[in-house]
């Protein structure tokens, strides 16, 4: 899922982060306190990108090789993943009310938010057997990428989760408290699951996830060094908005979370370059396809 506001000292703000990823939590963070951090030596991701010390190692490590390209997660690898952050399939939603959830239906059900909700989640589980199609020069292409911490909308822009363009970003007014995801659930006995969200792993990392968006322009893109060698990746593929984006999915669906991807890969140069020149963090996919291939 992505709904996922400049953040300014002495002022408290609230947001929730899917992508990519946002938390509607009060945010002690300033740009000016995080933007200068160096990386941690465990990820390559620097604070705020690298989240909560105590769950750095929960999110997705770099690929070391091209099979690990897009490939998920898988359910077993997703239910051990839940564990450590607090969760359990128990906690998730019933099929009904995912049914409801998803379509519109159930008490208070909205068909517009259902549809962006719908969005977000194949946005963020779009890796090998979840393509998204798009208009790429003019002809509907299959395209996985999610790897990358990037994705092609159906018009045939490439573009971070994070984008305020995207669903995954235009959600956070749906999950924010108070807003209508919240409502649904309490008007839908399902209380007990966003009590198990709060409880876990997601609060401390919508923090950081909330902290890394500010400080991160139009283009949502992150840089991870390790040693010598800094590459880029787009910043749903972050540990704290992996771990946030995780959790949603897994309550809302526990087989969603599993279609995740395992491993992030470096975002080709061109492509980098050209997406942090656009003034929208957005560029034709049909320009760049040939680097992803």
Known sequence: MRGIGSLRAGHRRRSISVLALAAAFVVPLT??????????????????????????HVGPTQLTSTAQLNQPIGQQWADRVAAQIGLGPADALTEQQFRDLTTGGGTGGNRDAAKIIDQCAWILSNTNGRPITANVGGTPTPTVLASYGVYVTTDGLLQSPANEAAPTRQVNTL????GFVGNWMRDNGATRTL??????AFTIEALFGFASQQISGAAQLVTNTKGNVSTVVGMSMVPPIWIVNFA?????KPS?????????????????DAIKASPTGQVPYVDFAKYFK
């Open 31 to 56: 740009a000016t306190q995080v933007a200068g951090a160096q990386p941690l030596p465990t990820t390559g991701f620097a604070i705020p990108f690298a989240g909560a010390p105590a769950f750095e």
């Open 175 to 178: 999950i924010s408290p108070g």
């Open 195 to 200: 009590i198990a969200l709060y409880r876990s």
């Open 248 to 252: 949603l999915l897994y309550l809302l």
């Open 256 to 272: 969603l979370a599993a279609a995740m991807p395992a491993y992030w890969a470096p975002i080709p140069g061109p492509v980098v």
